[in-house]
């Protein structure tokens, strides 16, 4: 039963055009949530992070959205780069417990 | 500041067979976890260590999976005897403290493929 869903396996974009990428949780326990980048052959880096306490978070290009009523976030990445390109996975975690809990990725291709 | 590393990157093995992974992490994080990833699928957690303990192992598949962290600095996972679901990416993964917001930083994977 995944409690972290990522229902778009894949997303392509136009260079400098945004990229929203989407994830849905079932588990009302989680009060933390995270975006991994994650290239071929690579260990997922961390990217962008958002507590349960607020709805939205940015970090330069990047931007987090949490509707906590919906159980939904979603990663904006405004504009897009070809750099960008990667599988992007969402993650959450509950109070107390170590574990992330991950979705499958979404695979983010940015076109020139 | 090295990141963690892991080693082996590839290891190819025949199903019965012993294999022992190992990981290394940032120089003082005490905190030491353990994931895999069954192609396709999403990134599953398997334990956590701090220090040498074993904080959380409830993602262990089964006692053919045996980790150990001796004197809280690199760990290894031995799994013995390989069966052919054991194939995935194994990543690792070390934090200093956690605490909410203490994001997690990953190893490239070993990737175990049993035949």
């Known amino acids: 039963d995944q409690q972290v869903k990522q229902n778009s396996p894949s997303l392509s974009v136009q260079e400098g055009r945004i990229s929203i990428l989407n994830c849905d949780y079932t588990?009302?326990?989680?009060?933390?949530f995270l975006w991994y980048k994650k290239y071929p052959a690579e260990g997922p880096t961390f990217l962008i992070s958002?507590?349960?306490?607020?709805d939205k978070n940015e970090d330069g290009r990047f931007t987090v959205f949490l509707n906590k009523s919906a159980k939904h976030l979603s990663l904006h990445i405004v504009p897009s780069q070809p750099g960008d390109s990667a599988v992007y996975f969402c993650?959450?975690?509950?109070?107390?417990?170590?574990?992330?809990?991950f979705g499958k990725g979404t695979m983010l291709l940015v076109s020139p | 500041e090295a990141g963690v590393t892991q080693f082996p990157s590839h290891s190819v093995i025949e199903k019965g067979q012993t294999v022992t992974l190992r990981c290394d992490p940032i120089?003082?994080?005490?905190?030491l976890y353990w994931y895999r990833r069954v192609m396709g699928k999403e990134i599953k957690f398997l334990l956590h260590?701090?220090?040498?303990?074993?904080?959380?192992e409830s993602g262990m598949p089964n006692n053919r999976f045996l980790a150990e962290r001796t004197g809280g600095t690199y760990s290894t996972l031995k799994v013995q005897p390989a069966e052919l679901e054991d194939s995935g990416v194994y990543f690792c993964?070390?934090?200093?403290?956690?605490?909410?917001?203490?994001?997690?930083?990953f190893g490239p994977g070993t990737r175990l493929t049993v035949l």
């Open positions: 993964a070390s934090s200093q403290i956690w605490l909410g917001g203490n994001e997690q930083f």
């Open positions: 588990n009302s326990m989680f009060d933390y």
């Open positions: 958002i507590s349960s306490i607020k």
């Open positions: 993650a959450a975690s509950v109070p107390g417990y170590s574990t992330l809990t």
């Open positions: 120089s003082g994080h005490d905190n």
């Open positions: 260590f701090v220090k040498e303990s074993k904080q959380d």
